[in-house]
């Protein structure tokens, strides 16, 4: 415990609480001051020694106003007026840099009852990063915080989780950060791509089949389910569901119990149901597309991921971290134009558009200074048939798919989670699709 100079005289026991807190602690007078830290916050956060008395906004943003005065909320202002324990997730200075920080304010009340001093928990967001990371959520944008803040409140329970959004804005990473947060941690979490998947395949891949119970089940398939068992099960485009399906999925969620295609056992399962969809699952609701009671089942915590047009600040950041990924070996830069080019594109295609734009950036550029020419390039090479085309000149859907794909391998040398990167998608999805084209 660290005692500070401070501006009202402190009960030594309030000080001496903060030692019982499992993590960084700050006691704060309700006019903004530290007064004391437990030792977990100098070790974490650095002693205040050179700052006695310091306001709790200088010391973890350096701002010369209090966080609400300076376009932010302020957890200490809506506990005054609440007189309530207060949440929120900032972003503050720490000898490592700017970093994601749950904070927690307890409010303490004097003997005549009046509001006069606040503990401030304050805990690390391991799943953000305001620095390039190969394996977080990167981003320091108010949009991005308030997802990341909705990310780290519903972890540590087990409520359904619905994540919205724009294809390409990072649904499957924010699942995973909310199961890598949570007490299943250490059990699976098992995804199901349900765009595209026939009614008597999707029931297959949830459920799984015994063997003979259809034509080309030559053996007993352990369905997604039973692998979720313990773990989450993360449902990536919930809104392709066949209605016919919806009905036997929310038997499942409602029991947790189901049965294999061709078996007359009951089993089973203990999972966490995360859901993400880019379509408007009320809309579909409204139109009689999607079951209404399955919807209110899955929406128990909504989470909207935003698109990279609301979020354009983090920009620069998610391109080196995209770049990082791409070429680990070798530092990229980009030119200000350059980046001015890519800040001014609306990104219809969200941060999986940008990933390809910079995957194709590097392969037109020939130094390690990306240029604005090069951007201008990749945002405006279209590959379509010009519009004069005739019919023959077209080929099918799957033709070109097939295409593509077999380019991508070769491209990636057959390096199928390269190229699954590459391509937007899942390393699942990939090997179904290359098991199509065979």
């Not at 294999?260 to 579909?284: C, Q, W, Y």
């Not at 991921?305 to 998610?318: A, T, V």
């Not at 390269?418 to 090997?431: E, F, H, V």
Request: hydrophobic share 35%; proline share 4%; with cysteine.
């Amino acid at each position: 415990m660290t005692l500070l100079a401070t501006d009202r005289e402190i009960p030594i026991e309030l000080a001496l609480m903060l030692e019982g807190y499992d993590c960084p602690a700050i006691l704060v007078s309700d006019r903004y001051r530290i007064l004391a830290t437990n030792q977990l916050y100098a070790d974490q956060f650095g002693a205040l020694a050179d700052q006695p008395g310091g306001h709790c906004f200088e010391v973890s943003h350096g701002y010369s106003v209090p966080c609400d005065q300076a376009g932010e909320s302020c957890p200490l202002a809506s506990a005054q007026q609440s007189g309530h324990r207060e949440r929120v997730l900032h972003i503050h200075q720490t000898p490592r840099g700017r970093e994601h920080v749950d904070v927690e304010l307890l409010p303490i009340k004097d003997k005549a009852g009046k509001l006069a001093f606040f503990v401030e928990l304050l805990r690390a967001v391991p799943m953000a990063s305001t620095q390039i990371s190969q394996d977080k959520m990167v981003g320091s944008s108010s949009a991005f915080t308030q997802a990341v803040s909705h990310i780290t409140r519903v972890s540590q329970s087990d409520a359904a989780v619905l994540l919205s959004g724009e294809s390409g804005t990072g649904k499957e990473l924010a699942a995973k950060a909310i199961h890598d947060a949570s007490s299943r941690s250490h059990n699976p979490i098992v995804t199901l791509e349900c765009a595209g998947l026939s009614e008597a395949l999707f029931e297959s891949e949830l459920f799984g089949h015994v063997k003979g119970s259809f034509t080309g089940a030559v053996s007993n398939k352990t369905g997604l389910v039973e692998l979720a068992n313990g773990g989450t099960l993360f449902l990536d485009e919930i809104g392709d569901v066949p209605l016919s399906l919806q009905v036997k999925l929310l038997r499942l969620l409602e029991s947790q119990t189901y049965r294999p295609v061709g078996s007359a056992e009951t089993k089973s399962s203990d999972f966490r149901l995360i859901s993400a969809s880019h379509m408007n699952l009320s809309e579909l609701v409204s139109r009689g597309e999607f079951r209404q009671d399955l919807y209110y089942r899955i929406n128990v915590f909504p989470i909207h991921m935003p698109s990279l047009r609301e979020r354009k600040e983090d920009i620069p950041l998610l391109a080196a971290t995209i770049l990082h990924k791409l070429s680990p070996n070798k530092e990229y830069h980009f030119t200000e134009p350059a980046m001015v080019a890519l800040k001014n594109y609306t990104f219809p295609g969200n941060i999986r558009e940008l990933r390809n734009i910079l995957n194709r950036a590097l392969l037109w550029s020939d130094t390690n200074i990306i240029e604005e020419r090069v951007i201008q390039q990749c945002l405006t090479e279209d590959n379509t048939p010009p519009a004069n085309a005739v019919d023959k000149q077209w080929t099918t859907l799957k033709r070109n798919e097939s295409d593509y794909l077999a380019r991508l391998m070769e491209h990636c040398n057959g390096n199928k989670e390269k190229a699954a990167n590459i391509a937007g998608i899942s390393t699942r999805s990939l090997y179904r699709k290359l098991s199509n084209t065979e």
